[in-house]
């Protein structure tokens, strides 16, 4: 009984019945919505616990003939590294719902394509074939360019084309990739199994693996392709925003490591220094941009590409516990941005109608339920422990210092202004006192809903949760990047002697 | 010596009779028999005269798939499941652009009107099926002639007659070409017949002579399908000809051009026993189609990028899939052969699509993107129609346009060449393909994303059908592509036996 691949099923369910006819009010389609994200979640959540630990490998799997004169299956399984971010797509749909609670204009059409996104996230991340990964990944674009040029704000005509020019262009990239690493293994299947059992010669890695890497890594926010990210995270309603930062950035860090590092393993040895320095470069440059940012939502936007670059930093180092750390940052990263989105995009925004610093006062008191989000997220983003970005990004720094020890110096200066972003922005949005005469400050704000709360302890647990006892998420990565770091390792070991 | 007109052949041909007989008592009737009736009248018979009879045809030769192949008219003609399914899509392809006219297209002389129509599509049939330069060369100015008089059928409409002008001149000097390229085929293989020029072209090594009339075949013939540099005609044609005619070029023409290209590359240019290794000849007609795919696909991305009308989008967008349905042909194997026939069928069904939407809407303000603004509000149906057309015809999932186009640059990659020499190939396509999403994307803008300015916009009632099934179409073929892929690539590989090296 395969259960993993229901996660699809089951939106896919969902976006039919949301557009039957008969619900007719903007509540049912939220209902709708809410279910459908639900059962998903609660599929991810079986299919995380039910993972055979001690057997490993793909699991759940389904293959179904879809084109076999081409050597294309429609096949779905999922590793450690699968479930993960399964769960995390679960968690951050169902959140992301509850935080859209307020959305009246064509209610329909905006969780149709929510789902849309959902599903085709899920679909990645499940997919166990390089036809079928790819299928997905650009069936989950469409849905974030009329998200956000429908429903967003601040430039979002701009910000939408953007956004999904960049990602069309940088699917290109992985299309001519994918194609010509299938046509090189010689194996005439897109399976991936099989794929990672052809040889494909090293010469030809070593110029396949920068095309794979950098047309996965725009998705993932990767310096200096990164520009799409802040732009559309501030234009897209909050659920998008949640969405975007939360889980499909992640799709293009999965296809680097599930496609790029696994299929290409001597090009990624070959090339690690360079991902690496990427990945460093963007913790530091995208943290000290979001220390100048008047924008509120900017600072989530910029500490997203410097947290992503962390992502980046650990498929640099190739060790176990390197990959291992940049799975569990997409964990981490994807339910913490997810949260800090949702305080200034939905709980700040959508009362005060402001996001600039200097406008934003004494909010401490007048929202309090958003300023402790806000202390408990921004804790989680600076990496303390107790919180899941502490347990990824030590594994990062572990990792770095095992292989390419020399990019730990920017790293660590970016962390050190990841700091006084967060506590700035801390400051400036909560603490700045109103101003002599503002009418504004004193005014009463709409109290923070229930279904915006419930959302913001979900995520809240899901960080404190893997961030003290981090065990059962590390139980399920580490056998399935160990895999990817022996492929690694065993590609650039020199041949034996006959 | 075989006889030309066996039963068998007359079996075979049966569609292209059914089609020729339709021709003449469209005409015949409406001047013999309801000449009296009033005009309105004598349109509605006409158009269900001739849109019925070229659906029955496409159904005569949908029966004809599993008969097999066999070869007529003393070897001129070959009827095998290929060309019957090509038939089959050419016919239903024209039955449905036919039924996009309206009174106004056909003016006083609707028999006119759709006999000329039907000419063209029995043109495009023959060519489906045409195994020697003769009769390729026929059926191909049969369709031609027949498009030209019709383009210019907008009598009273001056662009109308400027589009008919560009589209003959660009034509004739076209058959120019094929016809000169032919010409010199035929003399340095001794034969007109395909299987002719398959064995006397491979017989010695090839002369300058071979490269020219080979350069000059596939130029003439890249006009049929819209490819680069024959497609300077194609914006104003699909602009200002009547609408079922630019239709028509849009979707049945490339169904033909794609089957007469196979065939002519495929068994033609394509030695008739294996050599056991590779032969000048085949270098180059595989370059050819090459630089025409890479120019076609530049040229087209770049041209639809300045459009502000959508009729000239649409065609620039024509000329880039010409480019990538020649990419196919850089894989010298059936498989690839098939992929192209593959994307040539989806492509024509957006396309209808697309043209049954533009025939649903008022066209009085002219061709400007702006016509679909706001259409998400008052029909979203429509809208969702148009977007799920515009994403195919951009490549993206769950439509048969992703699917179609992966087709075609993979079995460019895993061609007979390799894949080292179609890397250049592909990554010219996939960038000139980049700038194509911009484009499609401002249409979705329009349709999705502006509001409505004023007033109420409804779509005639009479194309609804034709959207709905190619809609259904555009997305079954994206979701399970296997159902037509498949047969086509088993047809398409009894067809050419010695092509795969």
């Known amino acids: 009984m395969s259960l993993v691949p229901w996660t699809i099923w089951l939106t896919l369910a969902g976006m039919a019945i949301l557009s039957l006819p008969v619900w007719r009010h903007s509540a049912q389609h939220k209902w709708v919505a809410l279910i459908t994200a639900l059962s998903g979640l609660a599929m991810a959540t079986i299919a995380f616990l039910s993972y055979d630990i001690s057997a490993g490998g793909v699991q759940g799997g389904l293959s179904l003939p879809w084109l076999p004169s081409l050597g294309i299956s429609f096949s779905l399984g999922a590793d450690g590294i699968s479930v993960v971010l399964c769960l995390l797509t679960g968690l951050v749909a169902v959140s992301g719902v509850l935080f859209s609670w307020n959305i009246e204009k064509n209610s329909r059409a905006f969780f149709l394509l929510f789902l849309g996104l959902v599903g085709g996230v899920y679909g990645v991340f499940l997919a166990n074939d390089l036809f079928l990964i790819f299928f997905f990944y650009e069936l989950a674009i469409i849905p974030k360019f009329f998200l956000i040029a429908i429903w967003g704000h601040t430039r979002k005509d701009y910000a939408a084309m953007k956004l999904v020019l960049y990602s069309l262009v940088s699917s290109a990239a992985v299309l001519l990739g994918i194609l010509l690493l299938v046509a090189a293994s010689g194996t005439g299947s897109f399976d991936m199994q099989s794929l990672a059992a052809a040889k494909i010669s090293e010469p030809v890695q070593i110029w396949l693996f920068p095309l794979l890497f950098l047309g996965f890594g725009v998705l993932a926010g990767l310096w200096p392709f990164h520009t799409w990210a802040p732009t559309g995270h501030v234009a897209a309603p909050t659920a998008a925003s949640m969405l975007l930062a939360g889980v499909v950035m992640k799709l293009g860090a999965y296809g680097c490591l599930r496609v790029a590092v696994q299929l290409c393993p001597a090009g990624a040895a070959h090339w690690s220094g360079w991902v690496c320095a990427l990945g460093a470069i963007a913790i530091l440059f995208a943290a000290l941009i979001a220390l100048r940012q008047r924008d509120f939502k900017f600072v989530i936007g910029y500490s997203s590409v410097s947290h992503m670059g962390f992502v980046i930093l650990g498929l640099g180092t190739l060790n176990a516990t390197g990959l291992a750390g940049a799975v569990m940052q997409m964990f981490s990263h994807g339910v913490i941005a997810g949260l800090l989105f949702a305080v200034v995009g939905r709980m700040i925004y959508e009362r005060t109608h402001t996001r600039m610093f200097g406008e934003l006062s004494d909010l401490r008191h007048r929202l309090p339920f958003a300023f402790w989000t806000f202390v408990l997220a921004g804790a989680a983003s600076m990496g303390l422990p107790g919180f899941s970005g502490f347990i990824a990004e030590i594994q990062v720094l572990i990792g770095t210092w095992k292989s390419q020890a020399i990019w730990l110096v920017p790293t660590v200066l970016g962390m050190a202004v990841t700091f006084a972003y967060t506590l700035q922005a801390l400051h400036q949005g909560f603490f700045t006192p109103a101003a002599q005469g503002d009418t504004h400050a004193s005014e009463q704000l709409p109290s923070i809903t229930l279904p915006e709360k419930v959302a913001a302890l979900l995520l809240l647990s899901a960080t404190l949760w893997a961030g003290l006892n981090p065990e059962p998420l590390n139980r399920r990565i580490y056998p399935a990047v160990s895999a990817i770091a022996e492929r690694v390792a065993a590609a650039t070991a020199p041949a034996p002697q006959p | ?501």
């Open chain 2, 1 to 501: 010596m075989m006889n030309p007109l066996d039963w068998n052949t007359l079996l075979r041909l049966l569609p292209e009779i059914l089609a020729g007989l339709t021709l003449f008592s469209v005409v015949g009737v409406d001047r013999g028999l309801i000449s009296h009736w009033g005009e309105q009248a004598r349109f509605t018979v006409s158009r269900l005269f001739a849109c019925g009879a070229l659906a029955a045809c496409a159904l005569v030769s949908l029966a004809e798939i599993p008969f097999g192949s066999s070869v007529g008219l003393a070897g001129a003609a070959v009827f095998d499941p290929l060309s019957s399914f090509a038939q089959a899509a050419i016919f239903l392809l024209a039955s449905g652009s036919l039924w996009l006219t309206s009174p106004e297209d056909a003016g006083e002389h609707p028999a006119e009107f759709f006999a000329l129509g039907i000419a063209s599509a029995l043109g495009l049939s023959l060519m489906a099926s045409a195994r020697d330069l003769i009769l390729l060369f026929i059926s191909v100015e049969l369709s031609g002639l027949s498009l030209y008089a019709l383009c210019a059928f907008h009598k009273k409409s001056a662009a109308s007659a400027e589009a008919a002008l560009k589209y003959f001149t660009i034509g004739a000097v076209a058959s120019a070409f094929t016809l000169y390229g032919f010409g010199i085929l035929m003399s340095q293989a001794g034969g007109t017949r395909f299987d002719e020029i398959a064995v006397g072209l491979f017989s010695h090594p090839p002369t300058l002579w071979t490269l020219v009339g080979v350069i000059f075949s596939l130029g003439g013939m890249a006009f049929k399908i819209t490819a680069a540099p024959m497609h300077m005609a194609a914006p104003d044609v699909y602009r200002h000809a009547p609408l079922p005619v630019a239709s028509m070029i849009a979707t049945a023409s490339k169904v033909g051009a794609a089957m007469a290209l196979i065939r002519l590359v495929g068994h033609a240019l394509s030695p008739d026993v294996p050599l056991g290794g590779w032969h000048a000849v085949q270098d180059f007609w595989v370059i050819t189609a090459g630089w025409l795919a890479a120019v076609s696909m530049v040229l087209g991305n770049l041209g639809a990028l300045a459009q502000q009308g959508f009729r000239r989008l649409i065609a620039y967008s024509g000329v880039a899939h010409a480019g990538y349905m020649l990419v196919a042909l850089f894989s010298c194997t059936p498989q690839g052969y098939a992929c192209l026939l593959f994307y040539s069928v989806i492509y024509a069904a957006a396309n209808l699509g697309l043209f049954a939407l533009i025939a649903g809407r008022d066209e009085s303000e002219g061709d400007s993107l702006r016509r679909w603004q706001g259409l998400a509000t008052h029909s979203p149906a429509a809208a969702i129609a148009l977007g799920v057309f515009i994403l195919s015809l951009a490549g993206l999932p769950p439509t048969a346009g992703f699917a179609g186009k992966f087709f075609l640059f993979m079995s460019a990659a895993g061609g007979a060449l390799g894949w080292m020499q179609a890397t250049p190939l592909l990554a010219v396509g996939l960038l000139a393909s980049c700038i194509g999403f911009y484009y499609y994307l401002r249409v979705l803008k329009y349709a999705f994303v502006h509001g409505v300015e004023e007033g109420e916009a409804s779509m005639t009632v009479r194309v609804l059908p034709l959207v709905w099934i190619s809609l259904a179409v555009v997305l079954v073929l994206g979701v399970a592509p296997n159902f037509l892929l498949a047969p086509m690539a088993q047809w398409a590989a009894g067809l050419f036996p010695s092509a795969s090296l």
